[in-house]
């Protein structure tokens, strides 16, 4: 199927993975990032972390200010050594549990860490489908965890010229694509992967995305679909929902406020990105989305 491998590809190369987490990480206080001893590999093409202390080392570099050292250096390190040689289950639960502590912890600096933790945790999660370690409980543990995240973001800075990307909504995203892939995945855990999905379509404050975070927010819920986590009945209900309302104050004239003209952009780019991927296949599976999401651009005025 066109959609699917399509989808598996981009995922592979945008990264999701995610990792095995103790049943409850603590919460604690994100410290002040020191990450010299993984500078020390930035000199050397084909150093890369291989026991539990250089990853840690490396993770600390995650909520770095300086985007070469944070993207660079540690996020490509990371991702490669993830995704190409494979790290023994030890290493991946105990990097999947930091990740899960960055993401629960009530304070993030520049905004930075959160971003990059859900995006690595992407990466370990990636690392579950292929060669699964993690238990039933301990994968809804990473799955709890990220949907809060993703719910929770409040910060929508994407890409700026000094300081790099942040992008936590497409980073969660990431996360929700390997998750939704994984066939160890419960419905129960699908239905909270929607849930967290649904809840940034429009995003607070009068956002409006320019950074691709409705295509990465679309992508996992066909994969939802495709999995039979949400039932056919219910894709006309939900995608009736997000059509234009004329007896919403914010549909009566759009074009004049900027809470409306939010409201039509982010409507309009998720729709168009459904569309766009489900057109890709034949699976009926995916043709009450594009329906329903046919319907919500037909509705715009």
Same mark, same amino acid.
């Given at each position: 199927?066109?959609?699917?491998?399509?989808?598996?590809?981009?995922?592979?190369?945008?990264?999701?993975?995610?990792?095995?987490?103790?049943?409850?990480?603590?919460?604690?206080?994100?410290?002040?990032?020191?990450?010299?001893?993984?500078?020390? /590999?930035?000199?050397?093409?084909?150093? !890369?972390? *291989? @026991?539990?202390? &250089? %990853?840690?080392?490396?993770?600390?570099?995650? +909520?770095?200010?300086?985007?070469?050292?944070?993207?660079?250096?540690?996020?490509?390190?990371?991702?490669?050594?993830?995704?190409?040689?494979?790290?023994?289950?030890?290493?991946?639960?105990?990097?999947?549990?930091?990740?899960?502590?960055?993401?629960?912890?009530?304070?993030?600096?520049?905004?930075?860490?959160?971003?990059?933790?859900?995006?690595?945790?992407?990466?370990?999660?990636?690392?579950?489908?292929?060669?699964?370690?993690?238990?039933?409980?301990?994968?809804?543990? /990473?799955?709890?965890?990220?949907?809060? !995240?993703? *719910? @929770?973001?409040? &910060? %929508?800075?994407?890409?700026?010229?000094?300081? +790099?990307?942040?992008?936590?909504?497409?980073?969660?995203?990431?996360?929700?694509?390997?998750?939704?892939?994984?066939?160890?995945?419960?419905?129960?855990?699908?239905?909270?992967?929607?849930?967290?999905?649904?809840?940034?379509?429009?995003?607070?404050?009068?956002?409006?995305?320019?950074?691709?975070?409705?295509?990465?927010?679309?992508?996992?819920?066909?994969?939802?679909?495709?999995?039979?986590?949400?039932?056919?009945?219910?894709?006309?209900?939900?995608?009736?929902?997000?059509?234009?309302?004329?007896?919403?104050?914010?549909? *009566?004239?759009?074009?004049?406020?900027?809470?409306?003209?939010?409201?039509?952009?982010?409507?309009?780019?998720?729709?168009?990105?459904?569309?766009?991927?489900?057109?890709?296949?034949?699976?009926?599976?995916?043709?009450?989305?594009?329906?329903?999401?046919?319907?919500?651009?037909?509705?715009?005025?």
């Amino acid at each position: 199927m066109r959609l699917k491998s399509t989808i598996l590809i981009s995922a592979t190369a945008l990264l999701a993975s995610a990792c095995a987490t103790t049943s409850n990480p603590p919460l604690v206080e994100l410290r002040l990032i020191s990450c010299d001893t993984a500078q020390e /590999m930035a000199g050397a093409d084909d150093a !890369y972390p *291989q @026991s539990t202390d &250089d %990853y840690m080392d490396m993770l600390d570099c995650l +909520g770095h200010a300086d985007p070469e050292i944070r993207d660079g250096l540690a996020y490509s390190r990371l991702a490669d050594a993830l995704r190409n040689r494979m790290p023994d289950a030890g290493i991946r639960r105990a990097v999947g549990t930091r990740l899960m502590q960055n993401l629960q912890a009530t304070a993030d600096g520049d905004g930075f860490l959160k971003p990059f933790s859900v995006l690595v945790l992407s990466e370990v999660a990636r690392t579950d489908r292929i060669d699964p370690y993690l238990t039933p409980a301990e994968r809804s543990d /990473m799955v709890r965890i990220g949907t809060d !995240y993703l *719910q @929770s973001v409040r &910060d %929508y800075r994407g890409f700026e010229t000094t300081a +790099g990307w942040r992008h936590g909504v497409a980073h969660a995203a990431d996360l929700m694509l390997q998750l939704a892939v994984n066939e160890q995945l419960s419905p129960e855990d699908g239905q909270r992967i929607f849930d967290a999905l649904a809840s940034q379509i429009l995003p607070a404050d009068n956002h409006s995305y320019i950074f691709g975070e409705s295509r990465r927010l679309a992508r996992p819920l066909l994969f939802l679909a495709l999995g039979g986590h949400v039932p056919d009945a219910g894709w006309a209900d939900w995608f009736a929902r997000l059509n234009a309302n004329e007896t919403d104050p914010v549909w *009566q004239d759009p074009y004049m406020s900027r809470e409306g003209l939010a409201t039509l952009h982010n409507t309009r780019q998720f729709a168009s990105a459904v569309i766009i991927w489900a057109s890709e296949s034949d699976d009926e599976k995916l043709a009450p989305l594009a329906e329903g999401a046919k319907a919500v651009m037909a509705s715009l005025p």
